[in-house]
């Protein structure tokens, strides 16, 4: 039969307590790394205006349904000079559509904390198209959100993603 030493059996429990809490370490430090990363990481952050886009679905739905009844054709484009969206719209004959106020609110996918919302401006000389000036130089995929009135019954809502990529 086999007797071990106490200094063995020190040696022992030394090293396995070594070995558990040098496990445990390496646990906790690849932890820390993906917060770190997470948070450092600008394109990882939750959508703008997600919560409020949730509680109230039903009212951008009816105003979607609204837009739609509206039957207004239209064109987003991005211009690098002058720096902006451009929109384009025609009513339901191929008329431009002339005299709206609102707002275009954007983001790029990959930098969802930068999102932007700004007032569109009518083109002088080009009736029907209008411009929110932002900065969109950066390629890839954008969520463009236009909401735009003409008189007290006319309102358009356009939700859509737009891949302004480098071809």
Known sequence: ??????TTERRAARFWIAFILGLMGINLGVAAMAIWMSI?????RPMPEYGEHA?????RKNLQSQSDALNWKTNVERSLTPSGIILEIADSNGEP??????????YHFTRANAHRK??????????????APMDVSLDGRWQV??????????KFFLDRTMDWSKT
């Open 1 to 6: 039969m086999f007797t071990a030493s106490k």
């Open 40 to 44: 450092g990481d600008p394109s990882f």
């Open 55 to 59: 509680i109230d679905w039903q009212a």
């Open 97 to 106: 559509v002339v005299g709206c106020t609102g707002s275009i609110h954007a």
């Open 118 to 131: 700004v007032h569109v401006v009518p083109v002088a000389d080009r009736p029907g198209i209008y411009l």
């Open 145 to 154: 959100t236009v909401e735009l009135k003409r008189g007290a019954d006319e």
